[in-house]
Nanobody
Framework: QVQLVESGGGLVQAGGSLSLSCVGS????????LGWFRQAPGKEREIVSA????????YYSDSVKGRFTISRDNAKNTLYLQMSSLKREDTAVYYC???????????????WGPGTQVTVSS
């Protein structure tokens, strides 16, 4: 079955950087659009970034544009999120998600990873 597993979360100071990875299995990885979402305590899950199958059309939410970079390596079945200039408000559980076919901006993704915690301290 399809599995997504995130890694790379942790504790970082404000202004610092962190890189997340998500490895997919049980799926033809290159046929899937992928996304990063996050959920902070007491808030709804929100999209952070998304990428189509070949990485040519990345999407970023306004809150992370210019600070985060999404990328994928289809040969390694891996999705990445490079986060820089981190702020306290970036603190959340980060999830990767996958859906077959076209990229979507909303939460219309079929498969989700268990999440990885990112905590930004002041």
């Amino acid at each position: 079955q399809v599995q997504l597993v995130e890694s790379g979360g942790g504790l970082v100071q404000a202004g610092g950087s962190l890189s997340l990875s998500c490895v997919g299995s049980g799926m033809p990885f290159r046929n899937y659009a992928l996304g990063w979402f996050r959920q902070a305590p007491g808030k709804e899950r929100e999209i952070v970034s998304a990428i189509n199958w070949d990485g040519s059309r990345p999407y970023y939410s306004d809150s992370v544009k210019g600070r985060f970079t999404i990328s994928r390596d289809n040969a390694k079945n891996t999705l990445y999120l490079q986060m820089s200039s981190l702020k306290r408000e970036d603190t959340a559980v980060y999830y990767c998600a996958a859906r077959p076919g076209a990229m979507k901006i909303g939460r219309a993704y079929d498969y989700w990873g268990p999440g990885t915690q990112v905590t930004v301290s002041s």
